[in-house]
């Protein structure tokens, strides 16, 4: 049996992003599982959140053949854009613990939060080309 790994150029961790109106704060939460804490980088501009960095692989687990591969490794990067308006000068903190980076960036006093939801419902017609 052969196994062909192709190698990545990077990945994009999963997150949540939670809005916790009651503390006036948004709450990012990545799965960075294994990550070097050193490599880890947040940027926040008016639009977006990005988070970056690197999840080296160990050279222990190269003996034998893989049957299953599903983690990635090599450097991720995670881009979300903010749904609200935040203030990143403010009280806005990091911690990575358990294979999570969580993230919370306090809410702008002048956000608007949405209270009502717009919902569009659409008929997707499949074409034969």
């Known amino acids: 049996m052969e196994f062909v790994v192709r190698p990545r150029v990077g990945f994009e961790p999963n997150a949540?992003?939670?809005v916790d109106?009651?503390?006036?704060?948004?709450?990012v939460a990545v799965e960075v599982a294994g990550a070097d804490p050193e490599s880890l980088r947040v940027a926040v501009d008016d639009r977006y959140l990005t988070i970056s960095g690197l999840r080296r692989e160990s050279?222990?687990?190269?003996?034998?053949?893989f049957v299953q591969k599903e983690i990635a490794y090599g450097s991720f990067a995670k881009r979300i854009r903010l749904p609200i308006a935040v203030d990143f000068l403010g009280d806005a903190h990091a911690s990575y613990a358990d294979g999570l980076l969580v993230i919370a960036l306090p809410v702008s006093p002048t956000a608007y939060l949405p209270t009502t939801r717009t919902e569009i419902r659409m008929i997707v017609k499949r074409t034969l080309s």
Do not use: L, Y
């Open 16 to 18: 949540d992003v939670v």
């Open 59 to 65: 050279s222990g687990v190269r003996r034998g053949s």
């Open 21 to 27: 109106e009651e503390r006036g704060q948004m709450v």
